[in-house]
């Protein structure tokens, strides 16, 4: 059990489109979700604290405008960057949070952006 | 959250265990000590997590000192496919609080 999914694995894009990677829980239900970015040969990084029904809480220097976050559901989540840009290349990581006595975070298998 | 200090890398043997330790001298009462691993090109995989009695589950063991400043990973058998990124990482588990990641120590496992 916690199963975390994002679709798309992979994506490229043109620079000045936007981009919608989607994050599900597919076994529990999950009010908070977090969003992650990972550059290469360096750690995650959080980007965005997202919670269903409420707008998201973005971590200091994250563009909150470019990095579109919407919780409308205890089971998706989903990160638009608008109008990307090839600094915006990264690997972008989800999670989400199950309660079992404590929190536990349950990560997705990570999404790889790549804007040309 | 409290900080944590780790080893940039470590190696181990096949078969032999793999002990990874990680210093959190700032814990708080609440915080609980987590552990992740992270595959090359994957999303981060959960392995145990504990606050102040040792923990074991089927992947892993948690060693934690009595005055909780550290902690250690143990991998009783560790094979080649645990290479990897172990990140360790203290925060509270009451509530859905964000992890904050390290560098995390690089884990080779050779034959």
């Known amino acids: 059990g916690a199963v975390v999914s994002q679709h798309p694995s992979w994506v490229i894009c043109k620079s000045g489109t936007s981009v919608k990677i989607e994050c599900r829980s597919l076994?529990?239900?999950?009010?908070?979700m977090f969003w992650y970015r990972q550059f290469p040969k360096q750690s995650l990084m959080l980007m965005a604290t997202?919670?269903?029904?409420?707008?998201?809480?973005?971590e200091q220097g994250v563009e909150k405008d470019k990095f579109l976050i919407n919780h409308a559901s205890l089971t998706l989540s989903t990160l638009t960057v608008t109008s990307a840009h090839p600094e915006d290349s990264s690997f972008y990581i989800c999670?989400?949070?199950?309660?079992?006595?404590?929190?536990?975070?349950?990560f997705g298998p990570g999404t790889r952006l790549t804007v040309t | 959250d409290a900080k944590t200090t780790q080893p940039p890398s470590m190696d181990c043997a096949e078969g032999r265990a793999a002990n990874l330790p990680c210093n959190h001298s700032t814990i708080s009462g609440n915080e609980y000590v987590y552990w992740y691993r992270q595959i090359h090109s994957q999303g981060p995989q959960y392995i145990i997590h504990g606050l102040k009695n040792n923990e074991t589950n089927e992947m892993a063991s948690l060693i934690i000192t009595e005055d909780r400043k550290s902690s250690t990973l143990i991998l009783p058998h560790a094979t080649l496919r645990d290479t990897a990124v172990y990140y360790c990482i203290v925060r509270v588990g009451t509530n859905a609080g964000k992890s904050t990641f390290g560098d995390g120590t690089t884990l080779t496992v050779k034959p």
């Open positions: 999670s989400a949070a199950l309660h079992r006595g404590t929190y536990e975070q349950y």
């Open positions: 076994d529990f239900q999950a009010t908070t």
């Open positions: 997202s919670n269903e029904g409420s707008k998201a809480t973005y």
